[in-house]
């Protein structure tokens, strides 16, 4: 019985690499880029960025188990010199009987790429995660009647941690950027599972990311950017999105603010639609909806993601003193 408990584990957890979603899967990833690029903390000078994001994947579909993903993160630029970058991430998966809660710290580096005062920057930036995977095999049901009462193995956790990279160039207009996530590639292991097989350990995969954008200016309150998605997983197809958002601005008196729609597509998966607002106050607000390309059609009405950011404006010289005057 242990053994169809641990190869039920390790399936699961299969599922979950060959869907690309040991790593959280974003519709409006250029609404959150810090939760895919750990260069991307503290791109804005002018800003404590705060964003709060919570995604339903294939929503009416699984009885009740389809993957849900919580995150919460800031970051901030730090130095009189604008070129350190702080921030931390807290977030939350699950899916089906598994689970991952984990926190993320991050540090970037940002180089002026035409002298000091530059808009054009590089940033080089390296995280560490640390992370709980937790399986209730309560949650799951057995091909032979069996169930797992009484058994040490109804309820397992392994913690962990990784690393990750990215790089990020930057602009007034445009954005590229790549990123490699779990590169150490960490085991999870299940020790209180006792079973006549080796597979006692599951290991993260290493995911890559590479991506870009351009805003185009079609007149003083029209803006319309394009972006691409390139996501790659080891022994996973290759997937990437598309998506394009026009942006109409608002301007009063001193007041600016922007009311956006995109529209998106992912690979074999889905086709999105996003609606947002991004106030003068720094409050910003989106929602974007999935509809399903797949075969889970047959089973699920489409995702749900909502976002909503405050953005802290700071003072001349908040954050601005040693250590971090580099």
């Given at each position: 019985m242990k053994k169809i408990l641990l190869t039920v584990c390790i399936i699961v957890l299969g599922c979950l690499q060959a869907d690309a979603q040991q790593i959280h899967?974003?519709?409006?990833?250029?609404?959150?880029?810090?939760?895919?690029?750990?260069?991307?903390?503290?791109?804005?000078?002018?800003?404590?960025?705060t964003k709060a994001s919570f995604r339903r994947q294939w929503a009416g579909g699984f009885d009740g188990q389809e993957p849900t993903t919580?995150?919460?993160?800031?970051?901030?630029?730090?130095?009189?010199k604008k070129k350190v970058g702080l921030g931390a991430m807290i977030f939350a998966d699950k899916t089906g009987p598994t689970s991952r809660v984990g926190i993320n710290a991050a540090y970037a580096y940002h180089i002026p790429l035409n002298g000091y005062g530059s808009k054009d920057h590089l940033s080089l930036g390296i995280s560490g995660t640390l992370m709980q995977y937790a399986i209730d095999f309560n949650e799951l049901i057995f091909i032979d009647g069996g169930d797992v009462a009484g058994m040490d193995a109804a309820n397992?956790?392994?913690?962990?941690?990784?690393?990750?990279?990215?790089?990020?160039?930057?602009?007034?207009?445009?954005?590229?950027g790549f990123s490699a996530l779990q590169l150490v590639q960490s085991q999870l292991t299940f020790d209180d599972i006792s079973v006549d097989i080796d597979e006692e350990t599951v290991k993260l995969s290493r995911h890559y990311y590479l991506g870009g954008?351009?805003?185009?200016?079609?007149?003083?309150k029209i803006r319309l950017e394009p972006s691409a998605l390139l996501k790659y997983v080891a022994a996973v197809p290759l997937s990437f999105e598309l998506n394009v958002k026009a942006s109409y601005i608002r301007k009063q008196n001193s007041f600016k603010e922007a009311y956006f729609v995109g529209l998106g597509y992912r690979y074999q998966d889905a086709f999105s639609i996003l609606f947002g607002v991004d106030l003068d106050n720094g409050l910003n607000v989106a929602y974007s909806y999935d509809l399903i390309s797949s075969n889970i059609q047959k089973v699920s009405n489409g995702s749900h993601e909502i976002s909503i950011g405050y953005d802290i404006y700071r003072e001349k010289d908040l954050l601005r003193a040693k250590p971090f005057d580099f």
């Open positions: 899967q974003l519709t409006q990833y250029t609404l959150n880029n810090f939760a895919f690029n750990p260069a991307i903390v503290g791109s804005d000078v002018n800003h404590i960025v919580l995150l919460l993160s800031a970051h901030a630029n730090f130095g009189e397992q956790r392994s913690i962990t941690g990784d690393i990750n990279f990215g790089a990020y160039a930057y602009g007034k207009r445009y954005w590229a954008g351009y805003q185009f200016k079609l007149d003083e």
